[in-house]
């Protein structure tokens, strides 16, 4: 199975702060990755495929880059809404395998 | 704007059969794939398949033997059939709709707990 290893696990910022966070893969997984945002109760929401592609609706502060081995989700302005727990997902290889995630609090 | 909601039993003994239904509203259920995703307390999300509106399915192999997932175009539902449930199979139980572009998730549900306890 392909490895997805996030960093940091937990992450502290401040409304209007500019974040990035980081999922690698244990092997090439091109741009096979999505980003999802979970809260507590909530519906999960999707934000990102093929690594940098935004899902419709999604605000444009959020972005993602990379290929390969490396991936990474930027929020430009930390809004409240963005405090929540964050996973990456490869589906390179099925089943698709997630990240253990990177829980954003706020500071 | 596709949206999705899980419905079954919150509590199985072990050995049991743990059956899930998602109901898809704002679209239909044609022509799109359909997942199945899990997260056990404190722990990662787990894939565990999806099927297709024409009923072909596609499963995790770590739980492909336990595992069987259908589809009623005529109520726009789908389901999951998990047999021979154990506590490791307590979790928060998500349907989701599978990307249009690859075997990620685009919509989900809210989730629903089922947890397996003696």
């Known amino acids: 199975d392909i490895q997805m290893t996030q960093s940091p696990s937990t992450l502290s910022a401040s409304v209007g702060d500019r974040v990035t966070l980081t999922c690698r893969a244990s092997q090439t997984i091109s741009t096979w990755l999505a980003w999802y945002q979970l809260k507590p109760g909530k519906a999960p929401k999707s934000l990102i495929y093929h690594a940098f592609r935004l899902q419709s609706g999604v605000p444009s502060r959020f972005s993602g880059s990379g290929s390969g081995t490396e991936f990474t989700l930027t929020i430009s302005s930390l809004q409240p809404d963005d405090f929540a727990t964050y996973y990456c997902h490869q589906y390179h290889t099925y089943p698709g395998t997630f990240g253990q995630g990177t829980k954003l609090e706020i500071k | 704007q596709v949206e999705l909601q899980e419905s079954g039993p919150g509590l199985l003994k072990p050995s049991e059969t743990l059956s899930l239904t998602c109901s898809v509203s704002?679209?239909?259920?044609?022509?799109?794939?359909w997942s199945w995703i899990r997260q056990p307390p404190g722990k990662g999300l787990e894939w565990i398949g999806y099927?297709?509106?024409?009923?072909?399915?596609n499963y995790s192999p770590s739980l492909k033997s336990r595992v069987t997932m259908s589809v009623d175009t005529s109520k726009n539902q789908f389901s999951l059939r998990l047999t021979s449930v154990t506590a490791a199979d307590t979790a928060v139980y998500y349907c989701?709709?599978?990307?249009?572009?690859?075997?990620?998730?685009?919509?989900w549900g809210q989730g629903a707990l089922v947890t397996v306890s003696s």
């Open positions: 989701a709709k599978r990307g249009d572009y690859g075997d990620y998730a685009d919509h």
């Open positions: 704002g679209g239909s259920i044609s022509p799109y794939y």
């Open positions: 099927v297709y509106h024409s009923g072909s399915t």
